[in-house]
Structures are given as structure tokens and as C-alpha cells.
């Protein structure tokens, strides 16, 4: 059963009390701020997040923390783990941000899509490691603007994807594309369009972690930016793509479930973000924990049951437009059938 708040909305995620997890204090190198971590289990179930932390210079970097149970215990490697590389790779000079992981069983290796942020604006990059200590770099995969991105842990009719998210004067929309060996991209389609007008997610949306595979579905957790007087919102929301065409949206949730509500979410470097990177998935194949950047300045974990996700979005989600919906916004989502 999904449980509500004393606000009657529905509690799909939970935060933990040991909230924020990690935070610059806990650094065993000075910077000042960690936040917007990708997350994956190591084969050991050990919890490796690796964090985008910023330092005095104002240019972010990367850097792994583990846990055995993701909650606590948090072992912080002594220097940085990945750092830009802006004489080979120019498009790293003013930092790297925001990675996302995806274990490529059949590669063996880690996908860690992230912005790489220089002189033309962010882009996509991608690095190989096996075991998040030596990197092999891809470079960039998607030119500017472009962030957001996530490898899907699996091939889709024999071809790797990517869900990215271009900007363009229309708008921020998360697009999907496909690739033979991860360095050549195309095929590319809208897959999740940000809606208009005074929706919590109009006009820029990007996915949040890596697609969640689901018997019913690849789970979309992804965000949307509300523009308002006194700066943007960053919500959380729910969208489930077909399985064998990823690009197709089957259901997705009108209502936010996720967004800055606590103290340390809404006060920070940037008030009002929660920015999820990562999740995992306990062994018992439901717990999941949704790694979450709080207002650019910490990273916090909340914790949800898969299965009440996917009911909450069987009750709640619609693969139609309604009133107030955008028609073309709704026309790009079914533009496929
Ligand atoms: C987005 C990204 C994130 C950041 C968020 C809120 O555009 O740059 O890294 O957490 O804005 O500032």
C-alpha cells in the first residue's frame, strides 16, 4: 500500500534521517561542496557513489565514497578520483559534473556518462573503468548543450543507448540515442518532452539516474525545472518507457513526487534542488535508494519500494494528454504510436 503524508500526497520516497549522507566537512581533502552523485553496488554490494565535489575554485571534479549498506560508513578515497583533463581534453576545462553510472554487463566495465564543461558549454562525455580507479576516456559523445546523459545497461535490438538532454530554443527535452560500440551516435528521438505553460515540469526536464529495467517497463526518474521569481525549483517525477522501444513513453505521472521540502534542500549554494544521479537496488529487488543532490551543496539519500513506484504510476500515470496539457507536447510523446 502506498503510504501518505499528514499532506495527504503520496511518501514514494523517504528520507533518511541520516540526511544529508555526505558533505564537504567530510572531506578528507578541502572543498566546498559535494552533490549530484552517481550511484551503483560493486559486486561485493558495496555502494559506491561517485560525487561531484567543488572546490575554492569554483570547478567541479569527481570523487568515490563507499559504503556496505549506502546509508552510512561512507570510506572517502584521500585525493580525487577523476579528475578533468583539460590539456588532452579541452572540453573539461572548467570541470567535470554530474556523472551517471551504468554497469555494462557486457563490457564488464562501468559507464560513467558526465558534463564535461568548457569553452562551447556543457557536453556529454563518457568514461570506461572497471574499477573506478583508471578511466578510459571516450571523450565527448554529445556536443553542447548537452547534459544529462545515462548508458542503458544493455543493448536495445542489438545497439547501446543513450538518454541525454539537448538544449535548444524549443525547449529541454530528454532525448534517447543509439550507438554500435558507444563512440558513434544516431537514431536519434525525443523520449520524454518537458510539458508547458505552468506545469512543474515545463520547458526543461533531463533524466535523473540511469533507466531502471522492470518487468513492466524501464523506469524514467527524472527532473523538472519550475522557473520562478525568486530562482528555479528542481522536482522529482515518474515516467515508464516501453521495453523493446525506449523511446516510447507508456505512462507518466502528472503530479511531482519528489521535490525540496527539508532545510538542508532548501537552503545551500542553489535553494530548491533536489538533482537525483544515481539509485540502487537492494538485493531483496525492491528497496530502492535515490541519491539526490540538496541545493548543490550536500548529498542526501531517499528511500523507496520499486513496487509501489510502478503501482503508484499504473494509478496515477496516463499515456494521454488531458486539458491543459500542451497538444503538441503530447503529439511529440505518441509521435511513434
Ligand atoms: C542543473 C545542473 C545541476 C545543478 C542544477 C541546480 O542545470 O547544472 O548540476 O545541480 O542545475 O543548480
Redesign the pocket.
Given at each position: 500500500m502506498i503510504t501518505t503524508t499528514s499532506r495527504g500526497h503520496p511518501d514514494l520516497f523517504r528520507r533518511s534521517p541520516l540526511n544529508p549522507i555526505l558533505r564537504a566537512g567530510d572531506w578528507p581533502y578541502p572543498v566546498h561542496s559535494v552533490?549530484?552523485a552517481g550511484a551503483t553496488r560493486l559486486r561485493d554490494g558495496t555502494t559506491l557513489l561517485l560525487c561531484?565535489v567543488e572546490d575554492r575554485t569554483g570547478l567541479s571534479h569527481l570523487c568515490a565514497a563507499r559504503s556496505p549498506n549506502g546509508l552510512d560508513g561512507w570510506v572517502i578515497d584521500p585525493e580525487p578520483t577523476f579528475l578533468p583533463d583539460p590539456e588532452s581534453h579541452p572540453e573539461e576545462l572548467w570541470g567535470i559534473?554530474?556523472p551517471r553510472i551504468t554497469y555494462l554487463e557486457e563490457l564488464g566495465k562501468y559507464a560513467v556518462a558526465y558534463?564535461a564543461f568548457g569553452k562551447a558549454g556543457p557536453a556529454v562525455a563518457l568514461a570506461l573503468t572497471a574499477d573506478f580507479r583508471s578511466f578510459e576516456r571516450y571523450g565527448v559523445i554529445m556536443q553542447p548543450d548537452d547534459?544529462d546523459a545515462a548508458v542503458m545497461p544493455r543493448r536495445i535490438d542489438g545497439r547501446f543507448a543513450l538518454l541525454h538532454r539537448p538544449m535548444t530554443d524549443s525547449g529541454a527535452h530528454v532525448w534517447i540515442s543509439f550507438s554500435p560500440d558507444l563512440r558513434h551516435w544516431g537514431g536519434h528521438r525525443v523520449a520524454l518532452p518537458a510539458r508547458r505553460g505552468g506545469w512543474w515540469d515545463a520547458n526543461k526536464v533531463g533524466l535523473s539516474p540511469p533507466l531502471i529495467e522492470t518487468p513492466h517497463g524501464w523506469l524514467m526518474i527524472y527532473h523538472g525545472v519550475r522557473r520562478t521569481a525568486s530562482g528555479?525549483i528542481?522536482r522529482v517525477g515518474l515516467a515508464l518507457m516501453a521495453l523493446d522501444r525506449p523511446e516510447h513513453c507508456l505512462l507518466r505521472g502528472d503530479a511531482w513526487v519528489f521535490g525540496p521540502e527539508a532545510p538542508y534542500e532548501c537552503m545551500g549554494d542553489?535553494p530548491n534542488?533536489t538533482?537525483p544521479c544515481g539509485s540502487t537496488l537492494a538485493d531483496d529487488g525492491d528497496t530502492i535508494h535515490l541519491y539526490y543532490?540538496a541545493a548543490?551543496t550536500t548529498v542526501a539519500v531517499a528511500t523507496g519500494s520499486l513496487r509501489q513506484v510502478l503501482d503508484w504510476l499504473d494509478e496515477n500515470g496516463r499515456d494521454r494528454p488531458r486539458r491543459g496539457e500542451d497538444r503538441d507536447v503530447a503529439e511529440r510523446r505518441n509521435a511513434d504510436g
Open positions: 552533490f549530484n561531484r559534473e554530474d558534463t547534459k528555479s528542481y542553489v534542488v538533482f543532490g548543490d
